[in-house]
């Protein structure tokens, strides 16, 4: 706070600046929001100035404006242009990892700012070009909110403002109104939302969604963390989202609901009484393994039948089987999640099967925002190559042709290009219904041979392991993580996958093995490339005293 | 058709006598233009005076009723040219630019102005792009007012301070018969106050009247002898007049205690900074009084000598405080303190930075350790003294390790990112090439994900800084980029003809997004929409072709990747020698939304068939790669976690934010990605037959659902 120190004669001590800064992501509507906390401020017989620094804020930068206020005397005070360390009472921050930078920056400090932020998260790009998960940890910034801040209002408010069809800025508004801090009325605040004239009920819905929460928490209790803003009665989660879709929030999840797993499925009695029968399988299981083994069977059922999840429970059963029960049977449970995602390998059948389900058009048709009503015209994106023909073809025809190169450059000359399907229209439904009809012969086919023996391979390579180090077995399994993507970027995946276990022999019998296969696969979901595996495969290969013959086919 | 419409706030431009002027700084600059008569406005866009001219694109009926001229002129150096209707004519004219690139473009023309001087005010409006928010190189416009004797006048960042400058400065003009620059900084171009506002003068001459009775002064030609006399003239008569003018109209200002044993002196710029530091301090109230003596430069350049001395005159020391390097302003008064004998200790840089911006907490430091220093009894005892350990908590360094930087990139739906997508592309089959980037939108490319460019020299000169890279031994082409803001500011002559001249090898990419869109979306020549007042639809591929470029391949669909991707292949592997040029054409999404998007509205409740097209990602296809973010890098499409304990990694997922520009379905096709991706158009209003097909289509489509769901079991969750 900026006072009028006494030793100067007339000034009056109760007049201060409050200064407000708000940091944005380009394009959140920080410029409306930092107009009507003027506008708020004048209507309250304040003299307000505010600042921005523009020209990269619609273009998705780290944006920052700023207001100062103060009681109207008729003589016009000195205002700040800009904020500064320990000189700012109220940061709104538009996005967590904002308040992020606001409090590195030093425009948090705890003995005077009430930092107010929105809990949701946008991504940078640099947190989504990883291809593992490169997204900042929220916990930290949060964390750091506490220690920082004088007063701290943390929540969804970008959820809030979706939901009353609305935009960031009306429920940032609602949360500064409702944390206090400043001296305004709620009406005031409303006053100025109605004289903006634009959206105006769904603004005020939003902001007092916020101006409620942020009121809750009053009184030197914190927000943060935050409960899920209350859901409109009556609204279901197959109901579509208003203002056409989802909310910008790397967070949203896909439909509020996690996957009841007590739920039975649907179907024919006989195909039911299979089920049940397969299912109770399950209780046979160590109890901390139940769950993984539920959701695998369930995933692997739905991928092809049954059968296959007989199967699947079979070969989990090997793992069981070797597990003493360390660290809550970490090595069973991680077999049984990759284990249903080896099983289900992403093919043409897959994809086509999934295209094609109601679920699917449902679910498009929540994600657009439009009832069932709407005419919808919906269009897939298909580039099929050989490889994929063939995969799809009985083995043996698929093997005589991929023997034959000059005959696989021929015939993909032909396939290999974009194709738009339209599954609203019944011949592009139904060339995908039938090709997602093939499930009944995939054993038959190419593709289903290859992963097959893949997974063999890797699964008995763990069993074998385990024995010896289990967690290092178990970390085996974990690599199974790396194998994702389509085309291209499947033969990646793969190569990475390789190139990990290709540490194997030179970790076997250590006792940091496992910790050691754990850091080269994260370091394989860094980047692209892989360029820090091949930095971390060095590193193994220089303490091992081997030399480095992992060098990686690229 | 600018980013911003100021149809509203141009009506604050007709305000009479004592009328409260409330608004942004930029649109108070352009009020007192009006207010001062002048006769012609011209000025090239550019953070952060791209409103000033957005501002008077829309006036143009305003101005019509004055008989003022406005031009949007193709460049600085032009606008500055322009300012030559006032050297034999007594007609206020004005300019205006970012500085320094502007001033940079505008020096021939500036040097040729300031050398002859002129009869009416001539007032250079630079907008100062240095510290937080600049996009440019960081220097000082200071240098350029010094080596070419203009006057460089630096406001209070107030409105009416900010007003009473274009008026003094007009006058010192005219007095001195010499350009004014007037410098405003970035945040006070945008800051928002008021000023009581006077009524608008119509120019006393206007430039119809000079047409009608044309003079000419052979003393004001540059060319000698006339030139060798400018230099005398420019000391022995302009320089005394315009010292003269700034002291008796008291241009500089001084603040505080009369009496006092040190003192501050600041470039008026800085004003409001030093008082919130002195604030801070406790020794100043929130009105700016203070008993710290001030001495504010108003007027940067010429310094009053006589002024600083008598400031100077019982202090034992001043800090002076002057942003931006090197520090002239320091130098002149050190030599001269030192010429006339004088005690006082000039301090400055070392108590504050070399380099860089004077934030609030840099001025804090500076002028608290000055003052610790020099004057510690003028300092309350908490601050001189302070008890408490500072505020500082541990959290920096932790921290820092977990917030993303997040630099500017392309909009969502923007059309350049597919021209990038497909470089990329080409990049992963034929190697990585020399790039040469320019400046405008298209230099997001720099950054990730695509990581292209390696240069960037200057507006229009992506082309021309990529000329060295043309050799037979070479067995690749270098690739360089030109916007269409910067192939008609300079690009035409300085890149593509000097290409053609010099027989260039090399592959250009012409981004033709129809505006100067970095700048806020300015018509060009080659803009598509129709302007009113200006002429555009001049398409590059002819200008192109009339420097001579046999090679020219026109896209008129950027986010056809697979084109784009061929195209650049052609060009970087055909025999035919000389210029590769690509011209590449979408409209700047920004733009194309804020004009559909109304249309669009305004259509779909007059219940018209409008298709809205948006795209999705099937999260249970997707695989979490993210091997699409790493070809788009959009807004729009972001990560999003799964309730899925079998899934480890985040997928990908598309919010409403969508414009469905269909840069994903194309980068998919075109990069072989994954077929996770749809594109969902909404059809608002169909017709009868359209609603009957659907209908029809949907029933099928759920028959057959529902014949292949009754023969399996059905996990809905996992479908859904």
């Given amino acids: 706070m900026t006072v009028a120190l006494d030793h100067r004669p007339g000034s009056e001590l109760a007049d201060r600046i409050i200064s407000v800064a708000a940091l944005a992501v380009g394009g959140q509507g920080g410029g409306v929001l930092t107009n009507w906390i003027v506008d708020v401020a004048e209507r309250n017989g304040y003299r307000a100035q505010s600042t921005s620094v523009a020209g990269v804020a619609q273009r998705t930068g780290a944006t920052i404006y700023y207001v100062e206020m103060c009681p109207d005397r008729g003589r016009q005070p000195v205002f700040s242009l800009s904020p500064s360390k320990g000189d700012v009472d109220v940061l709104i921050a538009a996005e967590l990892m904002e308040a992020g930078r606001a409090i590195l920056r030093g425009f948090v400090t705890p003995n005077r700012t009430t930092l107010i932020a929105s809990a949701h998260r946008i991504a940078a790009v640099s947190e989504k070009i990883v291809p593992g998960d490169g997204r900042a940890s929220s916990a930290e910034v949060l964390e750091a909110a506490q220690k920082a801040a004088k007063d701290v209002v943390i929540f969804d408010m970008e959820k809030m403002a979706v939901e009353s069809g609305s935009v960031i800025s009306s429920s940032l508004f609602g949360a500064l109104a409702g944390s206090g801090v400043l001296p305004f009325s709620r009406e005031s605040f409303e006053a100025t939302i109605t004289a903006s004239g634009r959206g105006v009920a769904a603004s005020l819905k939003a902001f007092g969604a916020a101006y409620d929460e942020a009121a809750r928490g009053r009184g030197g209790d914190i927000v943060a963390p935050p409960s899920p803003p209350a859901a409109e009665p009556g609204r279901t989660v197959e109901a579509p989202l208003p203002l056409g879709g989802t909310p910008k929030s790397e967070d949203a999840r896909s439909n509020g609901a996690k996957a009841d797993l007590t739920q039975e499925p649907r179907g024919d009695e006989r195909l039911l009484t299979r089920w049940r029968a397969l299912e109770s399988r399950i209780a046979t299981l160590p109890e901390p393994v139940r769950e993984m083994a539920r959701l695998g069977l369930r995933k692997v059922v739905d991928y092809q039948d049954l059968a296959y999840g007989e199967d699947y429970l079979d070969r989990l059963d090997q793992a069981v089987a070797k597990d003493d029960g360390a660290s809550d049977f970490a090595f069973s449970q991680t077999a049984a999640k990759y284990l249903a995602n080896a099983l289900c390998y992403d ?208 | 058709m600018a980013e911003r419409s100021f149809a509203k706030e141009v009506e604050k431009l007709r305000l009479g006598d004592g009328a409260e002027f409330s608004g942004e700084g930029i649109l108070a600059i352009t009020k007192a233009l009006l207010q001062c008569g002048v006769g012609y406005v011209g000025g090239y866009q550019g953070a952060p005076i791209s409103h000033l001219m957005d501002v008077l694109a829309d006036a143009q009926d305003i101005l019509g009723e004055l008989g003022v001229h406005f031009e949007a002129s193709a460049s600085e150096a032009t606008a500055t040219a322009m300012l030559a209707a006032s050297v034999h004519y007594p007609i206020r004219g004005a300019c205006t630019y970012k500085s320094t690139v502007g001033t940079n473009v505008a020096s021939d023309a500036l040097a040729n102005l300031a050398s002859g001087g002129v009869t009416g005010g001539a007032l250079i409006i630079v907008g100062e792009d240095y510290g937080e928010g600049s996009s440019i190189m960081q220097e000082r416009s200071h240098a350029f007012a010094m080596k070419s004797q203009v006057w460089l006048l630096d406001p209070r960042p107030n409105l009416p301070s900010i007003v009473k400058t274009v008026e003094d400065g007009f006058e010192l003009s005219e007095i001195s018969n010499t350009p004014v620059m007037l410098q405003v900084r970035i945040k006070s171009c945008h800051v928002h106050g008021k000023f009581v506002a006077k ?257 960037t020299m200057g507006y229009g000169l992506g082309p021309a800084s990529a000329s060295a890279f043309n050799s037979p031994d070479a067995k690749r082409r270098s690739i360089s980029f030109v916007g269409d803001g910067g192939f008609w500011h300079n690009g035409l002559t300085s890149s593509i003809g000097n290409a053609v001249f010099n027989q260039n090898d090399g592959v250009i990419v012409i981004v033709d997004n129809y505006y100067s869109a970095a700048t806020g979306g300015q018509d060009i020549l080659s803009s598509r929409a129709t302007n009113k007042s200006k002429s555009t639809k001049h398409p590059i591929t002819e200008a192109v072709k009339g420097m001579g470029v046999k090679w020219v391949r026109h896209l008129d669909r950027t986010y056809d990747v697979t084109k784009m991707q061929a195209t650049l292949k052609e060009a970087l592997t055909t025999e035919e020698s000389g210029p590769k040029v690509i011209v590449a054409s979408s409209e700047c999404m920004l733009n194309r939304q804020r004009r559909e998007k109304p249309i669009a509205a305004k259509a779909i409740k007059g219940g018209e068939r409008v298709v809205t097209p948006r795209f999705g990602v099937d999260e249970d296809i997707c695989t979490g790669d993210h091997a699409c973010m790493r070809l788009s890098g959009c807004p729009s499409l972001s990560v999003k976690t799964l309730d899925d304990p079998l899934r480890d990694d985040p997928v990908a997922a598309i919010d409403h934010t969508c414009v469905g520009c269909g840069n994903c379905g194309e980068v998919a096709d075109a990069a072989v990605l994954c077929p996770s991706f749809y594109r969902a158009d909404r059809v608002h209003n169909p017709s009868g037959a359209e609603k009957f097909s659907a209908r029809t289509s949907k029933r099928l489509i759920a028959w057959l659902q529902r014949r292949r769901e009754s023969r399996q079991l059905v996990f809905s969750e996992a479908a859904a």
């Avoid at chain 1, 370091?523 to 193994?540: H, Q, S, V, W």
């Avoid at chain 2, 540059?222 to 003239?233: G, I, R, T």
């Avoid at chain 2, 380099?355 to 002028?367: K, N």
């Fill in chain 2, 199 to 455: 009524d608008n003068k119509r120019p006393a001459m206007t430039v119809a009247d000079a047409l009608d009775s044309p003079r000419r002064d052979l003393g004001r030609i540059v060319l000698p002898p006339a030139s060798f006399n400018h230099e005398k003239e420019k000391i022995e008569k302009r320089w005394p007049a315009a010292v003269g003018f700034i002291r008796e109209r008291k241009i500089n200002e001084i603040f505080g205690s009369s009496t006092g044993k040190i003192g501050l002196v600041l470039q008026g710029g800085m004003y409001n900074g030093v008082i919130r530091a002195l604030q801070r301090l406790g020794l100043a109230d929130i009105y700016g009084d203070t008993e710290v003596p001030l001495y504010v430069l108003n007027a940067v350049y010429p310094l009053i000598d006589v002024e600083f001395l008598e400031f100077c005159e019982g202090k034992d020391s001043v800090l002076l405080i002057e942003e931006g390097q090197p520090n002239y302003i320091e130098q002149a008064f050190g030599a001269l303190l030192y010429k006339n004998g004088g005690t006082t200790r000039l301090l400055g840089k070392g108590y504050l930075p070399v380099a860089g911006e004077y934030t609030g907490d840099v001025m804090l430091a500076g002028i608290g350790d000055f003052l610790r220093d020099h004057a510690p009894s003028m300092l309350p005892d908490p601050v001189r003294a302070p008890n408490r350990p500072s505020e500082e908590t541990d959290i920096g360094p932790e921290l820092a390790k977990v917030v993303p930087g997040r630099p500017p990139g392309f909009c969502t739906g923007c059309p350049e990112r597919p021209i990038f997508a497909a470089t990329k592309l080409v990049e992963e089959e034929l190697g990585s090439h020399h790039i040469a980037s320019d400046i405008g939108c298209h230099l997001f490319s720099i950054m990730p994900p695509f990581e292209l460019g390696a240069t």
């Fill in chain 1, 347 to 554: 093919d043409v059948i897959r994809v086509a099967d999934l295209k094609t389900r109601s679920a699917r058009s449902a679910r498009v048709r929540r994600e657009i925002g439009v009832d069932d009503a709407a005419v919808l015209k919906v269009t897939e994106y298909f580039h099929p190559r050989i490889e994929e023909v063939c995969g799809s073809l009985p083995a043996g025809l698929g093997r005589w042709i991929e023997a034959r190169p000059r005959l696989v450059e021929w015939l993909d000359k032909r396939i290999s290009k974009g194709r738009h399907i339209r599954t609203d229209s019944i011949p592009g439904f139904g060339l995908l219904w039938m090709l997602g009809g093939m499930r009944r012969w995939r054993r038959s086919l190419l593709r289903h041979q290859v992963e097959m023996n893949h997974v063999d391979d890797w699964y008995r390579l763990a069993l074998d392991t385990a024995p010896k180090d289990r967690a290092l077995a178990t970390e085996i399994l974990a690599c199974r993580r790396l194998i994702k993507g389509y085309s291209d970027t499947h033969v990646r995946g793969l190569s990475k996958f390789d190139r990990v276990l290709s540490a194997l022999p030179m970790l076997a019998g250590r006792a940091d093995a496992a910790d050691w296969l754990r850091r080269l696969r994260e370091a394989a979901l860094k980047d692209e490339k892989g360029t820090m595996l091949d930095g971390a495969l060095k590193t193994i290969a220089s303490f091992t005293g081997e030399t480095d013959t992992t060098a990686a086919p690229r």
